[in-house]
C-alpha cells in the first residue's frame, strides 16, 4: 500500500498542495441530517460529500477491503452475508441473551484504526495511517470519529473489532454458547439454562482489558428469553420449531400493506419493496405465498423504481 498515496493523486488528479488541503479538509466534508428512530428519538447521519465519497470507495476497493480482517461471528455489511446468518446459530437453542454497544460508529476513532492498520501492515507509515484517518473519519468535538453514512464506516468498524469478536468467539465457544455480533448488536444463546446470566459481565471484562476501540455496552438493553417468551434476533422472531419468522402481527400488516398497495404512494411502494426484499432473505415461503394470492399487486410493488433525495445515501 506504499504507493497509495501517489495513487490517489493520479486517480482524482490532485498536485501535491492540493492533495496536502484536501486531507486537512477531508473531516469537514459532511453533510449531517436526522432519521427517527424505531424506538423514539432520532439518529444523526453525516453523510461525506460525493468527492470524498468517491475517494473512499476507491481507496475501500484499491486497497483496503482485501486486507481487512474480520471474524467469521461478525455478520453485518458483509457481501455473502445477510440478516439470515446473524440469526441462524441460534436457531435450535432455547436461551437468548441480546446485547447492544451504545454510540457504536461515534465511538469508533482514527486512531483506533491507524494502530490497527499500522499493527497488520496494511499501512507502511504514520503518514498512510494519518492519511486514512482523515479520508475515512469525520471531525466532532470528540476528534475524528467514525460517522453513520459513510461507505467506509460498516467495513472499518468490523475490523477494529476483530480483538473483541476473537475473545467473544473463544470465551463462548469454551462453554457452548453460540455468539454472533451484527454491527452494535450482540446475540448470546444455549440450551443450557443459567448460563447466560454470567455474560454481561463477562463482556464487561473484555471491554475493560481492550484497548482499541474503548466501547460501552446499553445496559437497558440487555435482554434475556426463552422459548416460553418471544425470542427476537435483529428483527427476526424464532419460532419454537427453530425456524425464521417475520412474527404474526408483522406478517399481517405486511399483507394488508399488499393488498393496498395500488393506493399507496410511490415512495411507500418502494419501502415495501425493500422490506419484502428483506424479508425473503430468512422467509421466502411468505413472499411467496404473497405472489400467488396477490400478484396484481405484487408485481406493482416489484415495478416500483427506487429514486433518490439529494443528501439520501448512495
Known amino acids: 500500500m506504499s504507493d497509495i498515496i501517489q495513487r490517489i493523486k493520479r486517480r482524482f488528479a490532485f498536485s501535491d498542495s492540493e492533495f496536502n488541503t484536501y486531507l486537512n479538509t477531508a ?64 436457531l435450535q437453542n432455547q436461551f437468548l441473551l441480546k446485547m447492544d454497544f451504545k ?50 464506516s460498516p467495513p472499518i468498524s468490523n475490523a477494529v473489532m ?7 468467539s473463544s470465551m463462548c465457544r469454551d462453554s457452548g454458547i453460540a455468539f454472533t455480533r451484527y454491527s452494535d448488536d450482540l446475540t448470546f444463546s444455549s440450551n443450557s439454562k443459567g448460563i447466560l446470566f454470567g455474560i454481561p459481565n463477562q ?18 438493553k440487555t435482554k434475556f428469553s426463552s422459548k416460553k417468551f418471544n425470542r427476537h434476533v435483529t428483527g427476526i422472531t424464532i419460532t419454537n420449531d427453530g425456524l425464521m419468522s417475520l ?4 406478517k399481517r400488516r405486511v399483507r394488508s400493506e399488499v393488498y393496498n398497495a395500488p393506493s399507496m404512494q410511490p415512495k411507500e411502494r418502494q419501502r415495501l419493496r425493500g422490506y419484502l426484499s428483506y424479508a425473503k432473505q430468512f422467509e421466502p415461503s411468505f413472499v411467496i405465498k404473497l405472489w400467488e394470492k396477490y400478484p396484481a399487486q405484487m408485481a406493482l410493488i416489484k415495478n416500483s423504481a427506487f429514486t433518490k433525495r439529494n443528501g439520501d445515501p448512495q
Open 27 to 90: 473531516p469537514f466534508r459532511y453533510k449531517n441530517y436526522t432519521i427517527p428512530k424505531r424506538s423514539g428519538g432520532v439518529r444523526l447521519i453525516s453523510q461525506p460529500s460525493k468527492d470524498l465519497k468517491s475517494i473512499q470507495r476507491f481507496i475501500l476497493s484499491e486497497f483496503l477491503l482485501p486486507k481487512l480482517e474480520i471474524h467469521e461471528c461478525a455478520t453485518a455489511y458483509r457481501e455473502e452475508r445477510n440478516i439470515a446468518d446473524n440469526a441462524r446459530p441460534h
Open 103 to 152: 454510540d457504536f460508529f461515534p465511538s469508533i476513532r482514527a486512531i483506533d484504526f491507524s494502530q490497527y492498520a499500522l499493527r497488520r501492515s496494511i499501512v507502511e507509515s504514520e503518514e498512510e495511517a494519518t492519511m486514512l484517518g482523515k479520508i475515512f473519519f469525520k471531525s466532532t468535538n470528540n476528534g475524528l470519529r467514525l460517522s453513520i453514512g459513510s461507505p467506509g
Open 162 to 168: 476483530i480483538n473483541f469478536d476473537k475473545q467473544i
Open 203 to 220: 463482556v464487561q471484562e473484555v471491554l475493560e482489558v481492550i484497548q482499541r476501540p474503548k466501547l460501552m455496552i446499553n445496559a437497558e
Open 247 to 250: 412474527g404474526r402481527q408483522t
